[in-house]
């Protein structure tokens, strides 16, 4: 487990009204993935996977993409943290073995992202926490959890 400050974002045109999105680059080069964000706050490597942390960089109503990608560059899962009318700036991230990342973000705590070594089970209606979306989806590779401080 460890940062990858080799990826990097270059993003793409969107209509005004479209949440933004941008093409991964690792060491400069395309990797043939899209991403939504426009900024990219935090990138680990966590057991073979990519870990992104990306915002739309819209100050006052900010959120939080979260994406876990293969080696190949392909979407295994992903999840938004965000809320209307509440602004959150990411800082702190830390790497916590064996595959954390604890982080702040919006609200007075921590936020947590276990990485789980294989896909379990999800109950597509039940968040992982207050403030997380995730598509529809019956499985999850990874677990979104806040620790209020």
Same mark, same amino acid.
């Given at each position: 487990?460890? #940062?990858?400050?080799?990826?990097? /974002?270059? #993003? /793409? $045109?969107?209509?005004?009204?479209a949440? $933004?999105?941008?093409?991964?680059? =690792? %060491?400069?080069?395309?990797?043939?993935?899209?991403?939504?964000?426009?900024?990219?706050?935090?990138?680990?490597?966590?057991?073979?996977? !990519?870990?992104?942390?990306?915002?739309?960089d819209? #100050?006052?109503?900010?959120?939080?993409?979260?994406?876990?990608?293969? @080696?190949?560059?392909?979407? /295994?899962?992903? +999840?938004?943290?965000?809320r209307?009318? !509440?602004?959150?700036?990411? +800082? !702190?991230?830390?790497?916590?073995?064996? %595959?954390?990342?604890?982080?702040?973000?919006?609200?007075?705590?921590?936020?947590?992202?276990?990485?789980? @070594? +294989? $896909? =379990?089970? =999800? /109950?597509?209606?039940? $968040?992982?926490? +207050?403030?997380?979306s995730?598509?529809?989806?019956?499985h999850?590779?990874?677990?979104?959890?806040?620790?209020?401080?």
């Amino acid at each position: 487990m460890q #940062p990858n400050p080799q990826l990097s /974002l270059r #993003p /793409l $045109p969107q209509p005004a009204d479209a949440a $933004p999105r941008a093409e991964l680059l =690792r %060491a400069g080069h395309p990797t043939g993935c899209t991403v939504p964000g426009a900024v990219l706050e935090f990138a680990a490597d966590i057991g073979g996977r !990519h870990l992104l942390f990306l915002t739309d960089d819209v #100050p006052c109503e900010e959120v939080l993409n979260i994406v876990l990608l293969d @080696a190949g560059f392909q979407l /295994l899962d992903s +999840a938004s943290i965000g809320r209307a009318y !509440h602004s959150g700036l990411f +800082a !702190h991230p830390r790497l916590v073995e064996p %595959a954390r990342v604890e982080f702040e973000f919006m609200g007075n705590g921590t936020w947590a992202v276990d990485v789980l @070594a +294989a $896909p =379990r089970l =999800r /109950l597509p209606f039940m $968040p992982d926490a +207050a403030g997380v979306s995730r598509p529809f989806g019956l499985h999850r590779h990874f677990t979104v959890g806040f620790r209020p401080g």
